[in-house]
């Protein structure tokens, strides 16, 4: 946290006596680039580091023991937080297992000065490199924020003052870079990317297709692995993907919120604004100049895509959600598709228009979690719509049939038999219409809890863990009055996904696939292990 002070550019700290901060006041004091200035009453204290701020126009901090002490920096606070002034309260906490156990000066410090202070963190105490990371991102999340104050909670387990680390260490910093230099910030972005050894462009949602196949031929190739990675869009799906990324040099993520949001564990700098802009302009400089690795990694995303298409599964949810996107691309000779963008706040792709009909009317396909979006990852070709903000299974349904209530366009939804039973209230409202299609993937339970290392071993694994049942929606869709198709074979899988996506229909159309989740799985990992001999 010291070091990170330095690095954002604390340089005056007002220090408070206490036993529990002592620690902390020690390394302020220690550090040659801080100076200190002690003050009795934390309320006074709380103004005295106001003033400085004021004067210096600058980040100081104000350091406070536990207990009532942090509380009594809050009118000064207040008054920081609408003079716009960067105060950083950093209070020193007891354990957080002691709080409410009697024990003196304990008391919930996380969130007390409420919303007066832009961003409160309370740290962890560090036992492992992951914890490190956490620590650090978080005393970064903190430190970014300008013109408002925040606080910083350090809970600190005794012995107090064991004093054995002679330096400061070098911790990574992150630097936030506001939109109003974005057009200088632009040009300097594309910059660094062109000049990266390895530099690599991902986007969350609108999805990378075939990354994580790629990514796993990959394994170990240390050649594969970028040195710099621009990441733009929403979240990501493959956690394959993410553990490879992590072991990239640096992430630039560019955003329109300024959120940290520290994914490959590697971030250094927040760029504030439109990463499509942004994509955009990387795209049109490799255009112009061809990077040798963007090229290499181009060549293998190829030999990927097409061995997808020529992977011929076994009858299987893959083969559904293969001949749907099949359908989707051929009804119109191909799925075209533009003005792409990508709405942070909703995590999720808008403004589209992909064209998936002979009648030439537009389409907006929505995958639900889990299994679902891992094959739409491999075969889909154009954005879809996908609940994965945080990756729930609920309302991935509701999400469409609202979608489908507010245009005149079709709108599909595939999903998986769990999250379809879930959310089987969506078909009760009388504003669906025919332009609702369903591709209802149907195994019987959670497939993807086949999936998992080492769960087969359990015998709570299909009843309990992955809810195994025997549920039909052919009576769901009576009695919502939605046009019910089945399928049990690879010819009437065919036959009925032909028919949802051409037929014109009134009302809301449901194509129920029924597979066994061993061919599920079978399928799946058939797909991976031929990969190897592309």
Known sequence: MTALLVAHGVRHAVVCPGSRNGAIVHNLNECPAIRCFPVTDERSAGFYALGMAQCLNEPVAVCVTSGTALLNLAPAVAEAYYQHRRVVVISADRPAQWIDQLDGQTLPQPDALGRFVAKAVSLPEPRNEEERWFCNRLVNEALVVRNAPVHINVPITEPLFHFTVASLPVERKITLTPADVQPHVLSHVVRMFMQAERPMLIAGQPMNPNLDEAVSMVADDERYVPDFVLYIGGSIVSKRLKHFLRKAKETWVVNETSA???????????????????????????EQQPHPFVQMWDDLLTRVRRHAETYDPVYSEMAAVKYFEFQCSMVNGQCSMFNVQCSMANVQCSMFNVQCSMANVQCSTHYANSSAIRLANIYARHPVWCNRGVNGIEGSLSTAAGFSCVTDEQVFCVIGDLSFFYDQNALWNQNLRGNLRILLLNNGKGGIFHMLPGLDQSPARDKLVAAEHHTSAEGICMQHHVHYLKATNTEEMQKGIATLVRQESDIPMLLEVFTNPADDQMALQGYYQSLANI
């Open 260 to 286: 940290v949001t520290d994914t490959f564990m590697n971030l250094t700098h927040v760029i504030v604004g439109d990463g499509a802009v942004v994509a955009d302009q990387v795209r049109f400089m490799l």
